[in-house]
T-cell receptor, first 114, second 111 residues
Framework: EAGVAQSPRYKIIEKRQSVAFWCNPISGHATLYWYQQILGQGPKLLIQFQNNGVVDDSQLPKDRFSAERLKGVDSTLKIQPAKLEDSAVYLC????????????FGNGTRLTVT | GEDVEQSLFLSVREGDSSVINCTYTDSSSTYLYWYKQEPGAGLQLLTYIFSNMDMKQDQRLTVLLNKKDKHLSLRIADTQTGDSAIYFCAESMVRDDKIIFGKGTRLHILP
């Protein structure tokens, strides 16, 4: 079974620029998550999709971050404009959904904002 | 509120047992997880336990759950250099299927 795919692996941008990350979840996984992991911290949930609907985006800074999951499969996360404090690893995860389904993570995209 | 707490660092000699501890606050948790993160990689699910269980063993890994104290531990027997990583404790919520992570415990293996 193929795992969660993310691209790019690394991205360096200047502040106020835009950036987009892409995620392809495990086939058949209904739930998709975007997490932000700042160095030295645990992952923080940004947004959770169930199929193509948003379940939770309470921690997403909506003035600059947006995410979509068209057709309930792939997802993109965009930051526009980026700030220095957005430097982090952005992790995508997927699960079958339903209580207790473990999350399967991609390798993440490391974003550096200069 | 929802919170998962872990000590940040643990140092263990190769061949000894490692015990990583975690406390959580939400009594309605359904599952509790342990994830491992190696440098430059995503989080890898190691094991998980349903909240009505006390213990789960899987090869070198033993998970103990004390529901009364809301305390979870992960024991790694015969710790090897390949076990060097950051270990995250996480809990899932009944009400909204959300998963909350701790800040991670960095396990350092001494020769």
């Amino acid at each position: 079974e193929a795992g969660v795919a993310q691209s790019p692996r690394y991205k360096i941008i200047e502040k106020r620029q835009s950036v987009a990350f892409w995620c392809n979840p495990i086939s058949g996984h209904a739930t998709l998550y975007w997490y932000q992991q700042i160095l030295g911290q645990g992952p923080k949930l940004l947004i959770q999709f169930q199929n193509n609907g948003v379940v939770d985006d309470s921690q997403l800074p909506k003035d600059r971050f947006s995410a979509e999951r068209l057709k309930g499969v792939d997802s993109t996360l965009k930051i526009q404009p980026a700030k220095l404090e957005d430097s982090a690893v952005y992790l995508c995860a997927s699960s079958l959904g339903g209580g207790g389904s473990p999350l399967h993570f991609g390798n993440g995209t490391r974003l550096t904002v200069t | 509120g929802e919170d998962v707490e872990q000590s940040l660092f643990l140092s263990v000699r190769e061949g000894d047992s490692s015990v990583i501890n975690c406390t959580y606050t939400d009594s309605s948790s359904t599952y509790l997880y342990w994830y491992k993160q190696e440098p430059g990689a995503g989080l890898q699910l190691l094991t998980y336990i349903f909240s009505n269980m006390d213990m789960k063993q899987d090869q070198r890994l033993t998970v103990l759950l004390n529901k009364k104290d809301k305390h979870l531990s992960l024991r790694i027997a015969d710790t090897q250099t390949g076990d060097s990583a950051i270990y995250f404790c996480a809990e899932s919520m009944v009400r909204d299927d959300k998963i909350i992570f701790g800040k991670g415990t960095r396990l350092h293996i001494l020769p």
